[in-house]
Structure formats: C-alpha cells, structure tokens
C-alpha cells in the first residue's frame, strides 16, 4: 500500500469516477491509474469500486466505508508535510487563501498589506470564486483557508470562524427620488422599495438570502432587474440610471463612490456574518494562524485552536 495509490481512490471519487480526468489531474497514464487502483484492491482483498467492463460507476459498499478513511491517512499525510515545513523554515512557504469578490475586493487589502509586511517570505495566493466554490477549494486541499459570508457553514468537514457582521446598504444616483425622501427625513422602508427596480447580488452571495427573506416576511416581491457577483458592477448600473443598488456595506466608500447617495437599510435587512473557514483536522502553519489574526483581529491563535477544538467565537460588527 502507499500514498499513490490512495490519492488514485480520492481523485477517482472527486472526478465522478472519469480516469481520463483523474490522469489529467494526477499527471499520469490513465492506464497507471488503473493499475494503482487494482493493486490497492487487490492488497485489501476486496473491489472498492462497481465496474462495467472497464468503467467504473461508482463505489461499492466496501469502498464507501473505506473513502474516509483513505481521505483520513492523506490528510495527516499532509499534516506532516506541513508541520516539517512549519518547524524547517517557518518563514517561507505559500498561503492560498480562496474569497469571494467582495471580500477580496473590499475587506481583504489592508490585511493582505500588514501579513505581507511581517512575512515577507511567504508566498500569497488569493483566489476567487463562489461560496460554495471556495468551501470545495478548501475541502479539496486547494486552499488553506476561505472567506465568504454565505454557504460556509453548510459543511461539516469544515471548521467555521465567524470574523465580522455587517449590513447592507442602498445606494442610489444623486437626484434620485429615494435620495430626496432621506434628506427630507423619510425613512427608508421595504414597502417603498419594492416599488424600485432593484440590482443586487446573485443568489447565494453576499447576504442575498437576507434580502429574499426580507421580502418575503412581508409579503412583498422584489422588482430584480439585474443581478451581478459584486458591488463594482451593481454600482456601475445603479450610475447608469438602470435601478437601485442594494448592496454590502463594506463596498461603499465615500471617497471612492461620490457619484452616488448611499442610504440606511440596517433596519430592512437581517446582519450577515463573515466567516474564515479551514478544513476539519487539518494542520495550520503558524503563518495561518497569523493571517487569521490580521484579518480579524479577535481571532487570535488560541481563539482559533479553541474553534478547532469545537469552541465557536463571536463575530464582531464593522
């Protein structure tokens, strides 16, 4: 038995049981591949996977008891690797960090600027995509750690650090009529919303779940016009006149978006909360830990160890 043909079984299982794909991503033969596999069953004694002549479809009930395990050896594999690293040389290595735009564009810079300032040999990637995408980026070994207000929690195998709360707001063109009801001291209300075309974020980011829900408890419909992955280009069709913006907090800046009028809408939407999440079991550089704390101040190393070790800490507001 060795470490080879374990990644085959995991790789197998993460490729819908495609070995041309599991070849691409082992950087092997697809007939290596299936050797690999033979020889593990045949050391074991048992199939792991159901065959059709030479295709697999699927994982026998041998096999599904055996994947955690298989998924078990190869992450302390890993935490080895990176446990030698840390004590090697704890000043050099690589950082992949997986975010959704919003983060990476908005709440991740200044920590980005202070970590690469006290780790100057630490090699920092950052990456984008959905929710979801980045949970399987950090399930997958792709990403050390992910960011992102929605969808994290949903999985077990992760292990979820709430970092901050945050709202949303309205941001509207100057002139516009939701701009003039607030400077005569009207309250922003749902009910006057709906009555807007609205741009927002895409379902399943960046607390739009909250805003569905809004609408919802009052028994009123969303007029979407337009829904994007992130603020920069909601705020570009909020300037061309297209709808009003609901949109993160955090993604407005006064400095920067002078060309629009933001409003209050804390009392319409519930708080989000955004998350740091690490993969269940796995071993963190000590450089991780620091990024953590960078990033959110109150997730200190032993805040983060008593969340490994099943202690939840609390978010802060910003």
């Not at 690589?94 to 990476?104: K, N, S």
């Not at 319409?268 to 998350?275: D, E, G, S």
Request: hydrophobic share 45%; charged share 20%.
């Amino acid at each position: 038995m060795n470490f080879q043909q374990l990644r085959s079984v995991r790789e197998t299982v993460r490729q819908g049981f495609n070995l041309t794909l599991v070849a691409e991503a082992l950087h092997t033969s697809q007939p290596g591949v299936s050797r690999q596999l033979k020889e593990l069953e045949d050391e074991l004694g048992i199939e792991l996977f159901v065959r059709a002549g030479r295709r697999l479809l699927g994982l026998t009930p041998p096999g599904q008891a055996m994947l955690p395990i298989i998924e078990r050896l190869l992450q302390e594999a890993e935490n080895l690797r990176r446990a030698g690293a840390d004590f090697a040389s704890a000043e050099q290595g690589l950082l992949t960090v997986a975010a959704t735009h919003t983060q990476a564009r908005y709440a991740l810079p200044t920590a980005v600027r202070d970590f690469r300032a006290q780790h100057g040999g630490v090699v920092l990637h950052l990456q984008q995509g959905s929710p979801r995408q980045i949970a399987q980026m950090v399930l997958d070994g792709h990403a050390d750690l992910g960011i992102a207000t929605e969808a994290l929690a949903d999985f077990p195998d992760l292990v979820t650090l709430p970092c901050y709360r945050w709202t949303h707001t309205v941001v509207v063109p100057p002139g516009h009529a939701l701009a003039q009801e607030a400077a005569a001291g009207q309250k922003l209300t749902l009910a006057r919303l709906a009555q807007c075309p609205l741009i927002t974020y895409e379902s399943g980011y960046t607390g739009r779940s909250h805003i569905d829900q809004a609408f919802q408890r009052e028994g009123l419909r969303a007029d979407i016009v337009l829904q994007a992955m992130d603020a920069d280009v909601i705020k570009t069709y909020v300037e061309l006149g297209i709808g009003v913006g609901v949109i993160a907090s955090v993604a407005f800046d006064e400095a920067r978006d002078g060309h629009l009028v933001a409003l209050d809408a804390r009392h319409l939407f519930a708080t989000n909360t955004t998350r740091v999440a690490v993969k269940r079991g796995a071993y963190l550089r000590g450089y991780v830990f620091d990024f953590i704390r960078t990033f959110a101040p109150t997730l200190t190393r032993a805040a983060v160890q008593a969340a490994l070790d099943g202690a939840q800490p609390e978010a802060h507001s910003i």
